[in-house]
Structures are given as C-alpha cells and as structure tokens.
C-alpha cells in the first residue's frame, strides 16, 4: 500500500511533461489538462493518509521562508478583485471566474503538491534525479516527433498528437483556423514535440537551459549506473541545443543565447583576460567568414533571415509590424496594457477582466495595430467573444492589480533571489549533489524573469513549479542550519 501510494504521489511529475494532454470539458468550452486531475488525486491522498504532516509542513514552510509572502499575495489579489467587482469597477463574475479557476483550481495546488510532496516521498536529491531523467526522455522523443513530421509518418505523428491533444481539439472543437501539428517554416517541419506549438516548447527549453549546462557539466554523479549517467551527462547539452534549433523559433534561439551568456559570464571575462588576443583574431576570423557567407548564400529562405530582417530592415514602426508581425503583436499588446495600468495604477482593473478591458483599450490604441491583431479584435467584437491577446506577466498583474499588489509580488521574487543566492555562495563543497541544484535554480530564477518579461501568463505551470522548488531549497537549508 505504501509503495502504491508512493508511485501515485509522482504521478505528476510525469503528467508535467505532457503539458497538452487534456480531455474536452463540454460545460467550460476547453480543455482540462490531465496533469491537474492526477494532481487532484494526489493531493487528496496526501490529506486523507497524512493530513498532519501537510498541514504542520505548510504552516513551517510558511513560517521560515518567503513563502508567507506569496500567500499575502494570492489573498490581496482575490480581495482587491472582489472589492472592485462589488463596486462595479470590475466585472464581478470574471473576478470570480478567474479567482476559481487560476488561483484556488491552477496556483495553490501546483503550490501545495510540491512543497508537500519533497522531503517526505521523495528527497530533493531524488526528485531532480527524476525530473533530469524525464527532461532527457522528452529530449528524445523530440528527434523521433521531427523525424515523423520531416518524413510524414502518420504512425509517429498521431501518437504524438495523441498526447499533445489540446492542438487536434482547437481546429476540431473551437474551429481555429490553424494547424494541428506539423508546423512548416522555410519548407522545414518545426518541432513542436509534446507542446502546443513549437515556440512553447522553444520557451520550455529555454527556461530549463540553466539546469542542462549545470547537470551537464557538473563532476558530480547523477545516477549509480555509469552508462545511464554519462549518457545523460555527455548528452543533455547537445540534444537540449538540437531540439532548440529545430523548433525554428529565433526569438527563443536569441533568449536561449542570451541565457548561455549569463550563465557563463563569469568564465567568458576570465577567458578573455587571459586569452584576450587569441579570441581578437578568431573573432575577426569569425566575422570575416560571417560577412562571405551572408554575401554568397541566400539565407532568405532560412529562418535566421528574421532576425536579419529585424535588424537591417526596420525604419519605422510601420516598418516593423510589415517585417515582424508577431513580435509587433506583443509589443503592442504589452504598450496597451501598460497603459491600462496607467489609468488605474493603486487598484488595477481587477483580477481576470484582462481580455474584456484590453479588446476595449486597443480600439484607442495610440499606436497603430498589426491586421492580425485588427481582424482579431473584429471578431471578438461581432462574435461577442473573449479577444485572443498575447498576455505578459508582468504587464497584466499590473493593468489588473494595481502597483501595491504587483510590488508585494516583486518584493517575494526578490527574497527568494536573494536566499538562493546566498545558500549558493555558502555552498563551499561544488562536489555534492546540492550544489548543481542551488547554481541550476539561481539561474533558472534569472531565465524566468527574462520568460516573464517577454511571453508568460499568470496561470503559468512551468513558473509556480520553479517557484516551489525555490521554496522547498530555501526550507531545506534553513531546516538544516537549525537542527545543525
């Protein structure tokens, strides 16, 4: 019965990694991830066979660790939404609808299931084992999904959108006019492995980019077998790259670049002091090389030639929404939603009226709109239904809780920034297996407020995920420091 309940309690773990896997809810009008029904039953086991260690390690974690700050921040939230739909400031029912389903049905449990369940059913150490394991099976799965898009195998391909259903049921159930799977750029398939579309699993690998350099070069011994070990080790880097680059997407392709420079900042100035010469000639080789190449090859036809476009082509804003549509998009999205926030800076529009209140500002937007975002804006208008914006997480907590509430949410980032910093640089011994956890979350912290900035929502799976985790680091240490 133990072990039973043990295999269960990890079940969402592994239903993490199948972010598209849902089932149609006819009433709702959307599809429900599985994960979270797994991760429902998990935490009901948890209550009904160890109700007080849940509640007791709750109440510690809350106590000892930023966390209380997070609570104070999920309560401010639901009460100053409340109070605007009361007044009629805000659309009562979207406050509701919203509290309901993005904080008490999506936040809190993701919350509750990981700070619970690491420590007691599975250690720290055991647990990112687990998690890098289920990475490096994803990665793989990534070059075998490519190989039946490349080569049109139906076989491959329906297993793939089998498990990656929500994509099938958005042509089928809501009639989008886009494609299921097989996404094409430049007359190459662009992966999209298990995720909705490619650039979400582009924006996966790069969160995570910090763990795959950190386990993959780390000297210390992830696994007892040699072989598993460092096949995973020798191949995370590469595999992680390879299914970047395949997923054709050269936002996340410059992101992930720019990731992998802070991540080794510290080695490239050391590198360069000491080799300043040597790299002055391979970068003049290197440019030298660049400037033949882009002078004899097309690069038209490859995806690179947009970052290209962007940087050569663009006078105008004019310009830009022409040559980049989509990033365009959510810059403008993002423009108009500061804008929000600026004509309701203390309270915010209030939680979950986001869509009704963008759709409205847009029509006075005062800069132009890209066609897509027109003929969408159009249709939400005639269809009397929700606009499809690009949401930010930074933008939107801010148009829909006002400055106070997006500070309390800045001021607990901070705290658990700081801490993770701190145990890290007091981690003297790089040699034990915690090590590479506190760099791997130190820099994954930096790779989430980077996502946060560009494309992120407030009902974030991959976000509260790494903001329990932080959290459970956080508790572990100073747990230890007070038994030591």
Known sequence: MVLNLKKLLLLPIIFFFLPTFVFWVQSMGAGYLYFFIVLYIAIAALFITDYKYCINKLISVYKYTPFKYFVWFLGLVIINSLILGFLGVANILNCIRSIIMQIILFVIPIMVYFLCIIGKYISLKNFMKLFIFLFWIML?????????????????????????????IKVEKLGKDSLASNYEAFGLPRLDNLFEEPSFYARFLFLFLPMVYTFGLTRVKIYKNKIINLFVKKTLIPFTWANIILTLSPMFLILSLLNTAIYFFGDLVKLVRKYCIIIAIISIAILTATFIIFARVDLS???????????????????FILIEPSLATRIITYINSFILFLKHPITGIGFGNIQDAISTQLLYSPIAITPEMNLKLNFAIISNTKYSYNSNFIFDLLATNGIFI????????????NQIRDILNNCKNIYVFNYPIYKTFYFILI??????CYDSAFADLDMYFILSISIVIIFNEKRWRTHA
Request: avoid cysteine.
């Open 447 to 452: 790779s989430l407020f980077i996502k946060s």
């Open 140 to 168: 793989i799965l990534g070059f075998i999904a490519y190989i039946g898009q490349y080569f049109n195998i139906d076989f491959i391909n329906n297993i793939f959108d089998f498990f990656a259903n929500a994509r099938i």
């Open 301 to 319: 036809e490859t995806y690179l030639s947009r970052i290209i476009n962007v940087l050569t082509e663009i006078h105008s804003f004019e310009d």
């Open 406 to 417: 997006f500070g309390l949410f800045v001021y607990f980032y901070k705290k658990i920034y």
